[in-house]
């Protein structure tokens, strides 16, 4: 069974990138997320090309953190974006 | 703003008196929109004075949306066009003029062709600085604090972004001034008027064109009237938020008006202004716009 690629964000979702950090508005629902740096990664990932576990990974590999705690925010991160409708 | 009975601000004469049967009107323009206050000479007669910048020739449509004040046997009353009479409530002078002020106010940022935020505004030489905050966060006092170190007044109540180019749009209504920031700002004692013009802080209101160079957020100290004042630059992600949460209106555009603060904020420098003393704050926000005396 193949994993899940995660994304892409549905036509029309706006990015704007301010320093590390990103905004995204949804034309659909008219709301706004301010991402901090972290969450940025994250969505800078979730292009429809990476899988849950590859993107946890990646970052992994960037940030020095405990492996756990990176996948916990990520998956929580990648659950907020879904719920508000980015993804 | 709100009306209040312990504001012995202007010697408006009582309800009942020979001055008060008279009628006057006077034509505003607030934020692009024609306004006209009608009724009580001595009331209207306060108004044309604290927004004697905004006064118009009466050229404007044939029917602005009009503030009437009406003489009571025990009072003033304060009725709006398109708004429910308050039931012939009567106000005394000082808080009729307040409520028309107020009125105006709300009708001006609700009709505004342009992002408004609340904000305080100050300006020199066509380069302003901005610090949204909601109510009670110090604003009004440090716009005041502002003029009395020498910088142009351009709002103690909107920063006014055009819709189109974010040109900073002059809206400089009275300020609204507590007991404690007229002594914080060195105001004369004794009675003296909660609303005051920039004039009567020894500034001027500023001129267009106006480009916003900085973007402040306030954070308080514990201890008001700290001698510490401190200014750290933050991610310009957070001056976008600001702007955002604090508009008024940003529900007429929300895509243009993520859009648009996400461009000032791009182009501004974004401050966190730890505040105690508010002229010392605003010695400090003197040195971020052009011109400033060393």
Redesign the interface.
């Given at each position: 069974m193949t994993a899940k690629r995660i994304g892409p964000p549905p036509p029309g979702i706006?990015a704007?990138e301010?320093?590390?950090?990103i905004?995204l508005?949804n034309?659909h629902t008219?709301g706004?997320a301010?991402l901090n740096s972290t969450a940025s990664d994250v969505w800078r990932l979730v292009d429809g090309e990476h899988t849950l576990e590859e993107i946890v990974d990646l970052l992994v590999a960037v940030y020095d953190a405990d492996p756990e705690v990176i996948r916990r925010d990520v998956r929580q991160t990648i659950d907020e974006l879904l719920s508000a409708g980015f993804l | 703003m709100t009306p209040s009975s312990q504001t012995p601000f202007a010697e408006l004469p009582p309800a009942g008196t020979a001055a008060a049967t008279q009628t006057d009107a006077v034509d505003l323009h607030l934020l692009g929109q024609p306004f006209r206050v009608h009724g009580d000479t001595a009331v209207v007669g306060e108004v044309r004075r604290l927004l004697d910048v905004f006064v118009v020739s009466p050229a404007q449509p044939a029917d602005p949306p009009v503030v009437t004040v009406r003489r009571l046997a025990d009072g003033y009353a304060v009725t709006a066009t398109g708004q429910p009479d308050a039931g012939g409530h009567a106000y005394n002078a000082v808080d009729a003029t307040t409520l028309v002020l107020a009125i105006l106010n709300a009708a001006a940022l609700s009709g505004a062709g342009c992002l408004a935020v609340h904000a305080g505004v100050v300006a020199r030489n066509g380069r302003a600085v901005a610090f949204p905050a909601e109510s009670g966060q110090g604003k009004s006092t440090l716009t005041a604090a502002c003029l009395r170190a020498g910088l142009d007044y351009v709002s103690d109540e909107a920063l006014c972004l055009d819709w189109r180019d974010a040109r900073v749009l002059p809206y400089p209504r009275p300020l609204e001034l507590s007991g404690w920031s007229r002594a914080a700002v060195g105001l004369p004692a004794g009675p003296c008027d909660r609303l005051v013009t920039a004039e009567g802080l020894g500034a001027k209101p500023a001129r267009s064109p106006l480009v916003l160079d900085h973007l402040v957020l306030l954070a308080r100290h514990a201890d008001a009237d700290a001698a510490t004042v401190t200014l750290e630059p933050v991610p310009r992600q957070q001056g976008a938020a600001a702007l955002l949460v604090r508009s008024f209106n940003h529900w007429r555009d929300p895509e243009r008006a993520f859009d648009l603060a996400h461009e000032v904020a791009a182009r501004t420098r974004v401050w966190r202004l730890r505040l105690g003393d508010p002229g010392r704050a605003a010695t400090l926000l003197s040195t971020l716009l052009p011109g400033a005396v060393s």
């Open positions: 706006r704007v301010l320093g590390e950090d905004s508005y034309p008219q706004a301010l | -």
